[in-house]
């Protein structure tokens, strides 16, 4: 029986969800991450598998998508897992006629600055989470659920402090349904962890989706998609 870990990126593959959502008007966000995770693993592994769910509640977003969030936190920590929970942080680009979204905008005209958020301490925090149960001897197999090139450093220093531990790279599935390798964003993630990826598919993602009505907490993308985030 191996240890399990398993560190889930919530708003990386939060993304992958909406851009499945508005390619094909199929909502999947109310994903049950055990039983995804539990479906990859023989039945001896799933007596002990932590898992630690990291995101950040969107204070600048409107309260109803903001209820939704907690509504699905509430859900997953039914199901034992942990969250750790970061925040958003201010950030102000250069908006110009050319680019709204440039940053660094040669165009010395029409320049005003827009106002944006941008999510803060959840890479940390998977990073120092990995690195300590990687010191505590916590784990055989970590999984962790993302496709961010920053987790690289932390990845490597844990396979530096125990090369005996498996840690697998699991990225959210591309929108496109057509698309089955997803090596091209995750090669540098793989080729340090030692380990192949584990490419999650959306027919697993469609079959641990939540009840609508699970334990009383009702599946929030349920409403009208004008008003989901």
């Not at 992958?16 to 999947?28: G, T």
């Not at 496109?176 to 598919?201: A, C, E, H, M, V």
Request: contains cysteine; proline residues 4%; positive net charge.
């Amino acid at each position: 029986m191996s240890r399990v870990l398993v560190l889930i990126d919530g708003f990386n593959y939060y993304h992958r969800l909406d851009e499945y959502q508005d390619k094909y008007n199929e909502c999947v966000k109310w994903l049950n991450y055990r039983s995804l995770i539990e479906s990859y693993l023989d039945d001896k592994d799933k007596e002990n598998v932590k898992i630690i769910y990291f995101s950040a509640i969107a204070k600048h977003r409107p309260s109803h998508s903001q209820k939704r969030h907690k509504t699905y936190i509430n859900a997953l920590k039914s199901q034992n897992i942990d969250v750790v929970l970061g925040n958003f942080k201010d950030k102000f680009i250069i908006r110009c006629k050319n680019n709204e979204k440039c940053s660094n905008c040669l165009n010395t005209q029409d320049k005003t600055k827009l106002k944006r958020h941008e999510e803060k301490n959840t890479d940390v925090n998977i990073a120092i989470t990995l690195i300590e149960y990687t010191i505590m001897n916590q784990y055989d197999k970590c999984f962790i659920l993302s496709s961010d090139s920053d987790f690289s450093s932390a990845v490597l220093r844990a396979k530096q402090l125990a090369p005996d531990k498996q840690i697998i790279i699991c990225p959210p599935p591309y929108p496109d349904k057509k698309i089955r390798n997803f090596k091209y964003y995750i090669g540098n993630l793989t080729k340090i962890s030692g380990q192949d990826p584990l490419f999650i598919y959306w027919n697993k993602i469609k079959a641990n989706q939540f009840p609508d009505d699970f334990n009383g907490l009702i599946n929030p993308w349920q409403v009208t998609k004008s008003v989901q985030i």
